[in-house]
């Protein structure tokens, strides 16, 4: 699972946790939403926007947190890969030196 870091913002004189739980960041967009139903058209406008472009924030931060959870995946389950790999060019790499210097000796003979 990836750790994610907190960071605190200033709403007003309340910052705003953005780790908080999905359920109360909900629960407050609910409530900006309620608020625009009853401002003026111009806040209106504004308080949508806002919403938006929270909404939109969130959903481009769980699908990087997903991604990143992918990659995380995706190397450790390579890792032992590449690490067999390695080994296997290595041995091959001694034979090659072992078959060079049978071929020296037979050389210097």
Do not use: W
Request: net charge negative.
């Amino acid at each position: 699972m990836v750790h994610a870091p907190k960071y605190a913002i200033s709403a007003g004189k309340r910052p705003l946790d953005m780790t908080a739980d999905a359920d109360t960041q909900a629960d407050a967009l609910e409530r900006l939403a309620e608020v625009a139903g009853s401002a003026s058209p111009q806040d209106r406008t504004r308080l949508e926007h806002t919403i938006d472009m929270i909404v939109r924030s969130r959903r481009t931060r769980a699908q990087t947190l997903k991604a990143i959870q992918q990659v995380s995946e995706q190397l450790s389950l390579t890792e032992p890969v590449t690490l067999m790999a390695e080994l296997h060019i290595m041995d091959e790499e001694r034979r090659s030196l072992a078959e060079l210097h049978i071929l020296e000796r037979r050389s210097l003979e």
